[in-house]
């Protein structure tokens, strides 16, 4: 882009949901954003309009004078994975919230497409390895897995010391290799090991890079 944006279409960059970069404008400003090379437009219905990695520049160059970030949240109407946060609701697991992660994995697998070297949609991106816990959870929920929570059982999805990996917990062993299945089907090596202590069953989880 020759020039920066608009105040209309920062506005619109600094709406996009912080995690999948979905946008929501005019059809007009969404245009100028492509045109730009801001925005790309998803080749399948809903064709929903996403942030392209320029666009994620310029939605992450906040003034320092701005507020801190606020961690998205259902109950804010934004989009956010879930990690099995036995706080959340089971609320708003209907057609909606399957079509809003459905979306948000498509834009997921092309910011893959867009950004890794080779164009492969297999591997995950730099994006899923600076937002370890909420990548590794979008997977989950895309493959539909069922996230824990106030009045549910299921994975949970927790950082860990280790660099490049996250920890993902399940209620019994069979559920626990199906997660295991489905991250190492979208790129990720997973490893099942025991806490020394509880003796609990757990995956380490790490992006794959080749």
């Known amino acids: ?27 007009a400003q969404l245009a100028a954003l492509v045109r730009h090379g801001l925005a790309f437009r998803h080749p399948r219905p809903p064709h929903d309009h996403f942030l392209t990695p320029a666009g994620h520049r310029i939605r992450e160059a906040v003034p320092a004078a701005a507020a801190e970030p606020v961690e998205p949240s259902p109950a804010d109407g934004v989009f956010a994975a879930r990690v099995g946060d036995p706080r959340e609701s089971a609320s708003g697991s209907g057609p909606e919230r399957v079509r809003q992660v459905h979306s948000a994995w498509q ?11 080779d164009g492969a949609t297999d591997r995950p991106c730099g994006w899923e390895r600076t ?17 824990a929570g106030q009045d549910a059982d299921g994975y949970r999805v927790r950082e860990t010391p280790q660099p490049e990996a996250v920890a993902v917990y399940a209620p019994d062993h069979e559920t626990l290799s199906a997660c295991a299945a ?13 806490e020394p202590r509880t003796r609990v069953r757990y995956l380490l989880a790490s992006p794959r890079r080749v």
């Open 107 to 117: 834009g997921l697998l092309e910011l893959r497409r867009m950004t890794n070297p």
């Open 182 to 194: 489905t991250l190492e089907g979208v790129g990720w090596q997973a490893g099942e090991y025991t």
């Open 131 to 147: 937002h370890l816990v909420r990548a590794a959870a979008l997977a989950l929920e895309a493959a539909g897995h069922r996230p």
């Open 1 to 27: 882009m020759t020039r920066p944006p608009s105040a209309a279409q920062r506005r619109v960059i600094d709406a996009a949901d912080p995690v999948t970069g979905l946008l929501r404008g005019t059809e």
